[in-house]
């Protein structure tokens, strides 16, 4: 939210306004993002002036808090109906008013399912028993959502990190196809921001040394001492990465073994999951989620022969299993018995000829 001045030139000034009397405006001006300008504007400069109300400054902190396609976790959902239920009681005539009220009796709907163990994940609503039943793929799900996360924010050590431990606790969900794709991608960002990164180190390596050459005593011993404390640190989180669990290793521009140790397991990760064929995983699932209509179906044959296609296609897909379960606990249709010929005491009836069928082989007589 920002205050706006429109100038008589046409000029159009975003930013906060400090102060105002009738001769001037102070306003710190947005320049870009995290950098502002102060300015003092003369007023007859001004043809107009748009102020950010109180409640609009609040309501920029408490937009995003409504009810989404997932729902949250259950700690998560005091602190936040807290902030709105303020917001009503700071602001009750504001504009924003009814739709702050309309998000927290959503929310307050949404906690009271959640306290009663149901989850919510893309706009479908799991009981608890079926959220424990579907909690591997869930899981999948929930793990791959925080890894598009942060692959959002550029965070591609984050998200190659999140993507390891999909491979270990999910590796046949249905999420595991759009994870190997989009870490993929990560590790090609990963290759170009390490040269980047590397290159403008170097940059800046050299920047320093010359530039030390020229910096007086006692300046240039403390700045050689505050260099190499900052390599030191750098290595020393470097090292005790090492001896942690994470498979993929921070970038760290002044450690120069973090950039070998991304180099190597870029070198070993990329071919490995170029290897993995993603259409096939697809219509692995799109088999089984066909085999699972069919089963709702009671339709057997159906469910086996798209099993078997699922199977073929991706081994791994957890799908498999659970409906080749859900088949074996599932009664087997008793087959219809053959009518039975009743005895007749009327007389022997005419033989019949071959154009008719006989009434005890329903597929014809027999010669």
């Known amino acids: 939210m920002a205050d706006t001045v429109i100038l008589k030139s046409g000029e159009t ?12 405006i102070v306003m710190n001006v947005t320049i870009s993002s995290g950098i502002v300008d102060e300015k003092t504007i003369a007023k007859g400069d001004v043809q107009s002036v748009s102020k950010t109300t109180p409640d609009e400054i609040a309501y920029a902190g408490i937009r995003e808090y409504k009810p989404e396609t997932h729902s949250l976790q259950p700690t998560a959902y005091p602190s936040i109906l807290k902030a709105l239920e303020g917001f009503l009681k700071t602001y009750p005539t504001s504009a ?58 550029r965070d591609f050590i984050g998200a190659l990190n999140t993507f390891a431990q999909i491979e270990k606790y999910f590796p046949g969900s249905s999420a595991y196809p759009d ?73 760290l521009p002044l450690a120069p073994k973090s950039f070998e140790s991304l180099k190597t397991m870029l070198s070993t ?18 088999a089984t989620k066909a085999a699972e209509e069919a089963l709702q179906a009671n339709q057997r044959e159906e469910v086996e022969a798209k099993l078997k296609e699922a199977q073929a296609l991706w081994a791994d897909n957890a799908q498999i299993a659970a409906l080749t379960a859900e088949l074996k606990a599932k009664p087997t249709p008793t087959p219809k018995a053959a009518p039975t010929a009743t005895p007749s005491s009327s007389p022997a009836a005419t033989p019949a000829t071959k154009e008719k069928k006989n009434s005890i082989f329903p597929w014809g007589s027999k010669s």
């Open 13 to 24: 000034l975003n930013g906060t306004i400090v102060s105002e009397t009738d001769q001037q």
């Open 96 to 153: 924003r008013a009814a739709e702050v009220k309309k998000n927290l009796e959503g929310l307050k709907q949404e906690q009271a399912r959640v306290k009663a163990g149901e989850l919510k994940w893309d706009d479908r609503w799991y009981t608890a028993q079926e959220a424990e039943k579907n909690k591997y793929q869930l899981g999948g799900l929930m793990t791959l959502s925080n890894m598009r996360d942060q692959a959002a924010n």
């Open 269 to 286: 990760e990329a071919p490995r999951l170029e290897k993995l064929s993603v259409p096939n995983m697809r219509s692995s699932l799109a």
């Open 179 to 251: 994870a190997v794709e989009l870490a993929q991608n990560m590790m090609r960002i990963a290759a170009m921001d390490m040269v980047a990164i590397q290159n403008k180190t170097k940059a800046q390596e050299t920047q320093f040394n010359n530039g030390i050459l020229l910096v007086p005593e006692p300046q240039k011993s403390q700045m050689l001492a505050a260099r190499r404390s900052q390599i030191a640190a750098a290595e020393a989180a470097m090292a005790a990465a090492e001896k942690g669990d994470l498979k993929w290793k921070p970038l």
